[in-house]
């Protein structure tokens, strides 16, 4: 019971809970997904679902097409087709960019469902009923041409955007003259006075400041400590002239921003009857949208649902430089295309830093990267591996007495790295298992003078580095998966496999030039 050791101990310490609800955040129409979105978001995610229930702590992942918005409205007015034909081109469009990724969700789905409509709905009655919600006179910007309502990311004050494609939009006291509509350019622009419903975020300063002191990510936990000190304020989530859920009381006409839909969205999702108070959350998203899930969520969970999970971590990353960044590793279609998904995976999760920094990534670095640590540091030594056990005439992995702590102490690790929510950590831990299992090998001269118990502790060292890989790189690790009936499912296979049949493949992993 070598492998299980450790993950008994670390369930031992308290750490386990009934389940983890892993949401990705939710691509909205018309919005392209591109290798950005993967990097930060749904690789990360798909990678911390696929470990937590290979180690027996299950998890579901999910996420969701969002389509509301005022995007969304706009090009909707473009077409002549079938409304329903453009969201669902849309939908079956970011379901393909999964696939092409090896994204698994468990639930994927779309923010016009009945269920989500009747939540969105309930939860605003009892926020309003409680306090929280109410009317007030606001100042709303339009344009003169194109007629649109224009928040304030939809009011810029050029065309400039950033490196990472974000537009740069400065405040409203800055605007003044310079403001420009975003969506068909005109300066035209005249701002109206309109009663909006508000939600004072300032009422639940004390749940939120607690939330953000459990926040175990440091740099998130002080970012939302920031936001607490200086002062929360009242947030205008009305809309009109929008592609939404209807606000369900007031004078009509009025519309849910799709911040506050899609945060109950992952609530939606969800296997009809589990119990949120047995659940853990743990959210990936991009820095962008930090504040909605870190300041609005749980008060909305907490008041608006009458939910208290047992844990919520987030985690956030930053941008990717699209600038800077070769066009084969910005396009998911193209990235997949030239050099096949668990490729870019491994790329995307070795280089992507598990903060909010920015990022470039590069077709040089992308080889460098693939050449000297995938196959040169970890494919090795599974060819390697494989090399010694098929010399020796190994047919089925041998019973031994030598103990694979290395293993045992790299999957505490790794599942902590993980756990945290730091997938490229997890993967250096990876590195370093590897590293010690080739060490292992010179020590006891398992190349040179092999003998049935050191060959029966390198097929298990094998297995346990596939093991940790397969997260990252699923399909791959099937390329030296020499173990007839392994399928990297659950840690416990490795509790069984001495006796285990072996059928050598003599393949390797591709570099590339």
Same mark, same amino acid.
């Given at each position: 019971?070598?492998?299980?050791?450790?993950?008994?101990?670390?369930?031992?310490?308290?750490?386990?809970?009934?389940?983890?609800?892993?949401?990705?955040?939710?691509?909205?129409?018309?919005?392209?997904?591109?290798?950005?979105?993967?990097?930060?978001?749904?690789?990360?995610?798909?990678?911390?679902?696929?470990?937590?229930?290979?180690?027996?702590?299950?998890?579901?992942?999910?996420?969701?097409?969002?389509?509301?918005?005022?995007?969304?409205?706009?090009?909707?007015?473009?077409?002549?087709?079938?409304?329903?034909?453009?969201?669902?081109?849309?939908?079956?469009?970011?379901?393909?960019?999964?696939?092409?990724?090896?994204?698994?969700?468990?639930?994927?789905?779309?923010?016009?469902?009945?269920?989500?409509?009747?939540?969105?709905?309930?939860?605003?009655?009892?926020?309003?009923?409680?306090?929280?919600?109410?009317?007030?006179?606001?100042?709303?910007?339009?344009?003169?041409?194109?007629?649109?309502?224009?928040?304030?990311?939809?009011?810029?004050?050029?065309?400039?955007?950033?490196?990472?494609?974000?537009?740069?939009?400065?405040?409203?006291?800055?605007?003044?003259?310079?403001?420009?509509?975003?969506?068909?350019?005109?300066?035209?622009?005249?701002?109206?006075?309109?009663?909006?419903?508000?939600?004072?975020?300032?009422?639940?300063?004390?749940?939120?400041?607690?939330?953000?002191?459990?926040?175990?990510?440091?740099?998130?936990?002080?970012?939302?400590?920031?936001?607490?000190?200086?002062?929360?304020?009242?947030?205008?989530?009305?809309?009109?002239?929008?592609?939404?859920?209807?606000?369900?009381?007031?004078?009509?006409?009025?519309?849910?921003?799709?911040?506050?839909?899609?945060?109950?969205?992952?609530?939606? /999702? %969800?296997?009809?009857?589990?119990?949120? *108070?047995?659940?853990?959350? =743990?959210?990936? +998203?991009?820095?962008?949208?930090? &504040?909605?899930?870190?300041?609005?969520?749980?008060?909305?969970?907490?008041?608006?649902?009458?939910?208290?999970?047992?844990?919520?971590?987030?985690?956030?990353?930053?941008?990717?430089?699209?600038?800077?960044?070769?066009?084969?590793?910005?396009?998911?279609?193209?990235?997949?295309?030239?050099?096949?998904?668990?490729?870019?995976?491994?790329?995307?999760?070795?280089?992507?830093?598990?903060?909010?920094?920015?990022?470039?990534?590069?077709?040089?670095?992308?080889?460098?990267?693939?050449?000297?640590?995938?196959?040169?540091?970890?494919?090795?030594?599974?060819?390697?591996?494989?090399?010694?056990?098929?010399?020796?005439?190994?047919?089925?992995?041998?019973?031994?007495?030598?103990?694979?702590?290395?293993?045992?102490?790299? /999957? %505490?690790?790794?599942?902590?790295?993980? *756990?945290?929510?730091?997938? =490229?950590?997890? +993967?250096?831990?990876?590195?370093? &298992?590897?590293?010690?299992?080739?060490?292992?090998?010179?020590?006891?001269?398992?190349?040179?003078?092999?003998?049935?118990?050191?060959?029966?502790?390198?097929?298990?060292?094998?297995?346990?580095?596939?093991?940790?890989?397969?997260?990252?790189?699923?399909?791959?690790?099937?390329?030296?998966?020499?173990?007839?009936?392994?399928?990297?499912?659950?840690?416990?296979?490795?509790?069984?496999?001495?006796?285990?049949?072996?059928?050598y493949k003599n393949r390797t992993w591709k570099k590339h030039k």
């Amino acid at each position: 019971m070598w492998s299980q050791q450790a993950v008994r101990h670390y369930w031992l310490e308290g750490n386990r809970v009934t389940m983890i609800i892993t949401t990705a955040a939710f691509p909205f129409i018309p919005a392209e997904l591109n290798l950005g979105h993967m990097a930060s978001t749904y690789i990360p995610a798909d990678v911390f679902n696929r470990f937590m229930n290979m180690v027996g702590q299950p998890s579901l992942l999910i996420s969701a097409t969002d389509v509301h918005g005022a995007w969304v409205k706009k090009e909707l007015a473009k077409i002549e087709q079938p409304h329903s034909d453009l969201l669902n081109e849309w939908h079956e469009r970011y379901q393909r960019n999964f696939e092409a990724m090896s994204i698994q969700f468990n639930n994927y789905g779309r923010t016009d469902s009945q269920r989500l409509y009747h939540l969105v709905q309930q939860s605003l009655i009892k926020l309003k009923e409680k306090g929280y919600i109410y009317e007030k006179k606001t100042t709303n910007y339009s344009c003169n041409n194109c007629m649109e309502l224009l928040p304030k990311r939809f009011r810029v004050t050029s065309s400039e955007y950033s490196k990472t494609g974000k537009m740069k939009v400065k405040s409203v006291a800055q605007e003044k003259l310079e403001m420009r509509c975003a969506f068909c350019g005109s300066q035209d622009i005249s701002s109206q006075a309109s009663q909006h419903w508000v939600f004072d975020l300032s009422q639940g300063t004390s749940l939120i400041a607690q939330f953000a002191e459990q926040q175990r990510n440091v740099p998130i936990s002080n970012y939302l400590k920031a936001v607490i000190r200086e002062g929360l304020v009242e947030w205008d989530f009305t809309r009109e002239n929008y592609l939404g859920i209807p606000i369900p009381f007031g004078k009509g006409n009025q519309f849910v921003y799709l911040w506050y839909e899609s945060l109950l969205g992952y609530i939606s /999702l %969800l296997p009809e009857g589990i119990e949120l *108070e047995n659940v853990s959350f =743990r959210h990936f +998203l991009g820095k962008n949208i930090l &504040y909605y899930h870190g300041i609005v969520w749980p008060l909305v969970l907490s008041e608006g649902l009458a939910v208290s999970p047992q844990d919520l971590q987030i985690s956030a990353r930053g941008f990717l430089n699209l600038q800077d960044s070769d066009p084969e590793l910005t396009s998911i279609e193209m990235a997949e295309k030239l050099y096949g998904s668990d490729y870019v995976r491994f790329y995307l999760a070795y280089r992507t830093p598990d903060l909010v920094d920015d990022y470039t990534f590069t077709a040089d670095d992308f080889k460098k990267v693939i050449n000297n640590v995938l196959c040169n540091r970890l494919g090795s030594f599974f060819r390697r591996c494989e090399l010694i056990l098929q010399k020796n005439g190994i047919e089925r992995v041998p019973e031994t007495n030598l103990s694979n702590s290395t293993f045992d102490v790299a /999957l %505490l690790s790794v599942h902590q790295a993980i *756990e945290q929510m730091k997938i =490229r950590q997890g +993967l250096l831990e990876v590195q370093n &298992y590897v590293k010690q299992c080739g060490q292992i090998i010179e020590q006891l001269k398992i190349y040179s003078q092999p003998t049935s118990m050191s060959l029966g502790l390198l097929a298990r060292m094998m297995a346990g580095g596939l093991f940790l890989l397969a997260p990252y790189i699923p399909n791959l690790v099937e390329t030296f998966n020499i173990f007839n009936g392994l399928s990297w499912r659950s840690v416990r296979e490795l509790d069984t496999l001495g006796g285990c049949s072996l059928t050598y493949k003599n393949r390797t992993w591709k570099k590339h030039k």
